[in-house]
């Protein structure tokens, strides 16, 4: 041995005396290196999944064309695989440049490239890897299909082995699965953003609800003092009414007999004979009782009210006869048309009507003669007292304005009285000049459909 010749096994670190070992390890090394090389190039491509599809298919392509030192890398994906991943094909030039593929207006791809792509996005390529000299084609399969395929050419000086071809099938492999982990990171940072936009409407929600709760609350309790200052002038009205309706039935009763009994008392105090003061003490006496009775009734009325057992208007004007003193007012009832059944409210007010008409007409008027005119019709039923007395019709009319709108010291109660009866059923109150002379207070108030006519009142009316 030479002891000037380099020793193999301090070169190498291998003891070896076959002269074809050092060539097969160097190229072996070279081999390693370029593995690492590619596996450190894939890994740099795959980290980028969370960059979105784009990004990582482009770095898939770059670490392939930088592994291979190629002219040509196409990237493409078959039509209905991966649908989320974009692009869907991409070709790199010589130096890396990209070309847009379904650009018409772009620079002229070789046929080989072309018909790559075609076959790729048509699906019809197989399972197998193709490794062949100077070009490389590598499926990619998901699912026990092909997804997509890597396809690359290389230069004359760079020839592909057996060490690409398992480098470009990790590469394959690994990309689809980082696409489909792209997608899956895409779609949910999409449900993400979705789920966090969906929150912050929620609590705009909750915060708008919560607005419009407290404005609903405050509407509420508004509400329910609207609803307890409304039940308390309710109450008020019903009082009111209640008052008012208690008023009129004492004013249209009981006052009249009063009234009657005071004037009897202030006749007795002039000059008349005894006989005839006896008469009239006798007759305030009974229009005083009758008061009481009046009064009793009324009483009686406001608590029980009922229509039972009472008699028929005609019949009920016939009575009204003795609250005046013949001798003062001469009384003709006249009742017309085909008598119907009314309700006992409509009789109770037609015959306080007719009682203060009358009264008035003694009282007021010095009347000595009174027609009272009950006339049935079809749609309606007529009431009517004519007087012969010296009242004004005209005057009597504006005193009714007045005591409807301003009757503060009670006044002329009787009038608005009566025309307050009529409009509570739908009737009007007329005051015009008598054919007799004097004052004809008339109120027509409408009869409901279909009421059924009272033929006995028929008769009674009749025969007055």
Known sequence: MNP????????????SGKPTFYPQYRGAAERLERVVHALELISRALVRTVEGPETLICAVAEAA????????????????MLPDAGPRRLVLGPDAT??????????????????????????????????????AFVPIVLGGGVAGAIAAWTPEHRTLDATDRAVLSILASQTAVALQNSALYQRGQLLLERAEEAYREANRAAADLQSRNAELEATLRELERTQRQLGAAH?????????????????????????????????????????????????AKELTRRAVEQLRSAIYALNHPSDADRSSLPEMLE??????????????????????????????????????????AVVHANATRAVLRLTYGPESVLLSVADDGDGDPARIRVMLRLAAGSDLDGRHRGLANMQARAHEF?????????????????????????????????RTGEQS
Do not use: Y
């Open 235 to 283: 109450r008020h009205q019903a009082l009111d009414e209640e008052r008012h309706r208690i008023a009129r039935e004492l004013h249209d009763s009981v006052t009249q007999a009063v009234l009657s009994a005071g004037m009897q008392i202030e006749v007795c105090r002039s000059d008349i004979p005894d006989s005839e003061r006896s008469e009239r003490l006798d007759l």
């Open 4 to 15: 000037a010749a380099p020793d193999l096994s301090q070169l190498t670190g291998l003891r």
């Open 426 to 458: 739908g009737g009007r109150l007329e005051v015009r000049r008598a054919r007799i002379g004097g004052v004809r207070v008339a109120v027509r108030i409408p009869v409901p459909k279909n009421a059924p006519q009272d033929t006995d009142a028929a």
């Open 65 to 80: 064309r930088a592994h291979l030192s190629a002219r040509w890398v196409v990237f493409a994906l078959t039509d209905g």
């Open 98 to 135: 990209p070309f847009l593929v379904d650009n018409v207006e772009g620079p002229p791809l070789p046929e080989e490239v072309v018909r790559c792509l075609d076959d790729i996005r048509s699906g019809t390529v197989e399972r197998d890897p193709i490794v062949d000299g100077h070009h």
């Open 319 to 360: 009575q009204l006869r003795v609250a005046h003193t013949p001798g003062e007012l001469d009384i003709v009832i006249r009742v017309g048309g085909t008598p119907v059944e009314l309700s006992g409210d409509v009789e109770h007010a037609l015959l306080r009507i007719a009682g203060e008409a009358l009264f008035n």
